[in-house]
């Protein structure tokens, strides 16, 4: 029988129109900002936590945020209008977000993973044809519905872990007919799954084979075709580079983020992943939103990025996949660099869609604290891809997106690991699990 996504079935949903009245939540953590973007240091820890939580939403947006007690008096008034939903016992916090997925691909690489398992390295596998290359292989194959599908099964377990929205790059076409494919189906998936997909062009992902040996060709294939035509269709919001030894230089992967910049694509960096190869160094000096994985960033690397403005996003499970050892989070947020974690969501390094289990790595392998883990898997998500306005933080005015969790304080949710606590999930005020 076909899988049936989420997606049938909110088609045939009305939209709630009536108000909605959460009580009484042991602990809302609101990530209520008092600056603007992201936040470093201690003010990750900052989560402006209110015991006794309670908030009004209507029309899709939140509308009042406090203790039960500050809210009986503006509430009452209209209770009889609303539908209430009792948290007692549990936690709210905003939406998960993930700033960095390859949701959008053919097929998957568990073969790879066994090769992996006995002994084989992630670039021997890649350098031999297989790898990335074995997924543009099925994803220029396999048709837009079959792709459209499976991704849409993809991110209904990201719904069920708590995420309301994702960061989805393209890369696995290499040609421009395959990437506005894969950029077609996220801008479909967006309009009709709860989750919403920002969307990031990654033409120059690898050399795709039949450019092997002219990669300087295959760079200004993407910088004078691909991306002019990327940005007058206004598919891509962000442009992402992998800068990696053996795949793309720091000169290569320079022109691509400059191009895309000037065609009003923000850049992003696949960032000293494998080797360290000036990844962090390229991500300062284009003024990249964000600089991806970090694995083997120098001391030299992670001092341009202080100050900078850009965002290291931290990609703990595909580390534990690569068998590496993690970034280096403490480290940089005691720099003051700021941390956003992600899931990678991949077919090769990371084929994972729990933003909860990333959270727990990044607390076991990462050393940082449950209190900085959300907020980097929120607020300073939401600064990785341009939406911490209206995303990220439990404040008026801001969309509804929430996740009410079966545990009574925000530590129990990355110190019991393995598990999913979700209880509810609200994207714009609707009830989308739970
Ligand atoms: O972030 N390193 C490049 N891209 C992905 C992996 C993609 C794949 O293996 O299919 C990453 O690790
Ligand atoms: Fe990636």
Redesign the pocket.
């Known amino acids: 029988m076909k899988k049936e996504s989420v997606v049938q079935v909110l088609e045939q949903q009305q939209q709630v129109k009536q108000p909605i009245w959460i009580q009484n939540a042991a602990q809302l953590i609101t990530l209520a900002s008092h600056k603007k973007g992201p936040r470093i240091k201690e003010e990750m820890s900052d989560l402006q936590v209110i015991e006794g939580g309670s908030i009004w939403i209507e029309d899709g947006k939140i509308r009042a945020v406090g203790t039960m007690q500050q809210m009986i008096p503006i509430c009452m008034p209209r209770a009889h209008e609303a539908k209430i939903v009792d948290a007692t016992g549990k936690i709210i916090t905003p939406g998960l977000i993930d700033p960095?997925t390859?949701i959008v691909?053919g097929g998957s690489?568990e073969f790879e993973f066994e090769a992996r398992i006995k002994g084989k390295g992630?670039m021997e596998i890649?350098q031999s044809g297989d790898?990335?290359h074995a997924?543009v292989k099925k994803t220029r194959e396999m048709s837009e519905e079959q792709i459209y599908n499976d991704t849409a099964l993809r991110l209904d377990s990201f719904l069920q872990h708590g995420v309301t929205t994702i960061e989805s790059k393209s890369?696995?076409g290499l040609d421009l007919e395959t990437e506005l494919k894969q950029l077609r189906i996220m801008k479909r998936l967006h309009e009709k799954h709860p989750i919403d997909m920002i969307p990031t062009f990654m033409g120059a992902?690898v050399v795709p084979e039949e450019f092997a040996g002219r990669e300087d060709d295959y760079v200004d294939y993407v910088v004078t075709e691909m991306i002019p035509e990327i940005a007058r269709l206004r598919v891509a919001k962000f442009c992402d580079v992998?800068l990696?030894k053996g795949v793309f230089t720091a000169e290569q992967a320079e022109r691509v983020l400059l191009a895309g910049r000037e065609h009003g694509l923000m850049p992003k960096v696949?960032a000293d992943?494998i080797e360290c190869y000036g990844g962090a160094e390229l991500a300062a000096k284009v003024e990249a939103i964000s600089a991806?994985?970090l694995l083997k960033t120098s001391d030299e690397g992670l001092q341009k990025l202080v100050g900078s403005g850009v965002i290291a996003c931290l990609?703990p499970a595909?580390a534990l996949i690569l068998g590496e050892p993690p970034a280096r989070a403490r480290h940089m947020i005691d720099l003051g660099i700021p941390v956003a974690i992600s899931t990678?969501c991949?077919?090769?390094?990371?084929p994972t869609t729990s933003m909860p289990l990333v959270m727990n790595l990044a607390c076991i392998t990462m050393r940082m604290t449950p209190a900085e883990a959300l907020c980097a898997a929120t607020y300073n998500a939401a600064c990785a891809i341009g939406m911490e306005e209206i995303i990220g933080s439990i404040e008026v005015g801001k969309q509804a997106d929430l996740v009410i969790w079966n545990v009574s304080n925000y530590q129990k949710l990355h110190y019991m690991f393995g598990v999913n606590h979700v209880h509810q999930v609200w994207k714009n005020g609707v009830k989308v699990v739970g």
Request: hydrophobic fraction near 15%; charge should be negative; aromatic fraction near 12%.
């Open positions: 960095h390859h691909h690489r992630y890649l790898g990335i997924t890369g696995y992902h992998f990696e696949h992943e991806d994985h990609l595909t990678d991949n077919p090769g390094s990371s």
